[in-house]
């Protein structure tokens, strides 16, 4: 383990530096990491157990790394909509 990686101060994972993401992305062939409990608390289930009035969103990212968010509104069911198979 080199010296950039820590304990951090719970114990209960590790921190770690720049270099050892660089790294990361480099041995697997990527770009990008997206962190959502740093970037952004994306949740893919609009209006959720329909008890939460939430959104839904999307992070789309193009080729030179820009990014952007679509949000995703639920729509309301309505009776005779749904598929039965």
């Given at each position: 383990?080199?010296?950039?990686?820590?304990?951090?101060?719970?114990?209960?994972?590790?921190?770690?530096?720049?270099?050892?993401?660089?790294?990361?992305?480099?041995?697997?062939?990527?770009?990008l990491i997206c962190n959502a409990q740093q970037l952004a608390i994306i949740f893919s289930a609009p209006n959720?157990?329909?008890?939460?009035?939430?959104?839904?969103?999307?992070?789309?990212?193009?080729?030179?790394?820009?990014?952007?968010?679509?949000?995703?509104?639920?729509?309301?069911?309505?009776?005779?909509?749904?598929?039965?198979?």
């Open positions: 383990m080199s010296k950039s990686w820590s304990m951090n101060h719970r114990e209960v994972s590790y921190t770690f530096g720049p270099e050892n993401v660089d790294e990361f992305l480099r041995k697997n062939d990527m770009d959720y157990c329909s008890d939460f009035d939430n959104a839904g969103a999307l992070i789309s990212v193009d080729e030179s790394l820009m990014y952007c968010f679509q949000i995703l509104k639920h729509v309301d069911r309505r009776p005779g909509l749904m598929i039965k198979r």
